[in-house]
């Protein structure tokens, strides 16, 4: 199975200052056709996860572009721009290279 | 909008069976892959199966294969998880989404399942 091993654990922020976000694979990601399988999701406190970038760097629909996505085939980085308050949750990468699919264990994001 | 609404979740005994329904509507559900994620609580996300989109090729995580049957619908837009032999390691929030390689791109509110007796 593909580890995605997710660090910090948690990551305390100031409003309108940065965020990164790092996530390893055991495995690269990246396939044959060019594409780099990772994805980043937000789980809100109480919410459903939602999709927040694809294919590594991909923004998804109505997301801000405060987000971006960014690696190698093994190294991914999501970074938060001028956080607000609203972007507080757990991120989690996940890779859909090869089943099973497999999520990191999340980073808890929290505003100072 | 896409939407979709799971059910069939609660209490159920250790053993015993519990079928999940997701319905699903705000896009042409036959032309796209579904899985099954869980999240036990206070844990992380785990895929539990997928789908493909006319119901033909199905994938299982090694510890519910045999015991779940994740099928479809098409002509209802109904996503199904079938959960048999059920274990208190089940114990989750069963979440439907739809997939693609564009990832899991839209998750339902999710369904508690309690297996304990």
């Known amino acids: 199975d593909i580890v995605m091993t997710q660090a910090p654990l948690s990551v305390s922020v100031t409003p309108g200052e940065s965020a990164s976000i790092s996530c390893r694979s055991s495995k690269s990601l990246l396939h044959s056709n060019g594409i780099t399988y990772v994805y980043w999701y937000l789980q809100k406190p109480g919410k459903s996860p939602q999709l927040l970038i694809y294919?590594?760097?991909n923004l998804a629909s109505g997301v801000p572009d405060r987000f971006s996505g960014s690696g190698s085939e093994t190294d991914f980085t999501l970074k938060i721009s001028r956080v607000e308050a609203e972007d507080v949750g757990i991120y989690y990468c996940g890779q859909l290279l090869e089943n099973p699919l497999t999520f990191g264990s999340g980073t808890k994001l929290e505003i100072k | 909008e896409v939407q979709l609404v799971e059910s069939g979740g609660g209490l159920v005994q250790p053993g015993r069976s519990m079928k999940l329904s997701c319905a699903a509507s705000g896009f042409t559900f036959s032309n796209y892959g579904m899985a099954w994620v869980r999240q036990a609580p206070t844990k992380g996300l785990e895929w539990v199966a997928t789908?493909?989109?006319?119901?033909?090729?199905?994938y299982y995580r090694d510890s519910v294969k045999g015991r779940f049957t994740i099928s479809r619908d098409n002509a209802k837009s109904t996503l199904y998880l079938q959960m048999n032999s059920l274990r208190s390691e089940d114990t989750a929030t069963y979440y439907c989404?739809?997939?693609?390689?564009?990832?899991?791109?839209?998750w339902g509110q999710g369904t508690l399942v309690t297996v304990s007796s």
């Open positions: 789908i493909s989109y006319d119901g033909s090729s199905t």
């Open positions: 989404t739809k997939t693609g390689s564009s990832g899991f791109a839209y």
């Open positions: 294919r590594m760097s």
